[in-house]
């Protein structure tokens, strides 16, 4: 008698007993999926520094776009097997954000006054970027990885509010990511100093930007 019979049998004979004493009940349904594998996510430098910057070269009255001091670093994620996912940040120095009304900045940190410094973005750029040696097209998603943009060949900026950002090897996909082993990201930092009207530089104040990347499985 297998394993399996003998569980059943004792099942069975217990049943009318079972029955005897039963009240009322409720069934518990249990949901889920084994994936196969995972995947690992590391960048070839998790510090960006943008250097010094020098106040008589930042703005007085209005924010300063500092487009032309970016950093750049690779994002390299690798899966056990061909996988689909999203990609979205979280902000650590969230009180510290200038403006985020488009969900893509983060906080640089406080002065010593507790102003609020400035803001940063990262972006991910199409040129440089693979996913198994293939050119990647980006597209944005909900945070639920329901809904999601045609997939273009173009920089797309990681967000902090949920949604996602995923990569696709096809121009026009509005089906989500394609699964993919590894993936190849150049990963771009931007910065915004606040109007230094509303700062205290009274010395050297250092940029104190943090994110966590994270990687959502669909």
């Not at 893509?104 to 102003?115: A, I, N, V, W």
């Amino acid at each position: 008698m297998t394993p399996v019979t003998r569980i059943a049998l004792f099942t069975a004979l217990l049943a009318p007993i079972a029955m005897a004493v039963a009240g009322p009940s409720v069934d518990v349904t249990i949901t889920g999926s084994i994936m196969p594998g995972g995947c690992t996510p590391t960048l070839s430098n998790a510090q960006l520094d943008h250097g010094r910057l020098y106040s008589r070269d930042l703005r007085t009255t209005g924010p300063t776009v500092l487009d032309d001091r970016t950093r750049t670093t690779t994002l390299t994620i690798s899966c056990e097997a061909a996988t689909a996912y999203g990609l979205r940040a979280v902000d650590n120095r969230v009180e510290s954000v200038l403006e985020n009304a488009d969900a893509t900045r983060f906080g640089l940190g406080l002065t010593s006054k507790d102003e609020k410094i400035g803001s940063f973005r990262l972006r991910i750029a199409p040129e440089g970027s693979t996913m198994d040696g293939k050119p990647v097209l980006l597209t944005v998603g909900s945070a639920t990885g329901k809904v999601w943009s045609a997939a273009e060949r173009r920089t797309r900026s990681l967000r902090n509010d949920g949604q996602l950002v995923g990569l696709v090897d096809k121009e026009g996909v509005e089906s989500g990511p394609t699964a993919t082993k590894d993936a190849v990201l150049t990963l771009v930092s931007y910065l915004t100093i606040a109007p230094t009207a509303n700062l205290t530089l009274d010395g050297e104040v250092p940029l104190a930007g943090a994110a966590t990347l994270e990687l959502f499985y669909l």
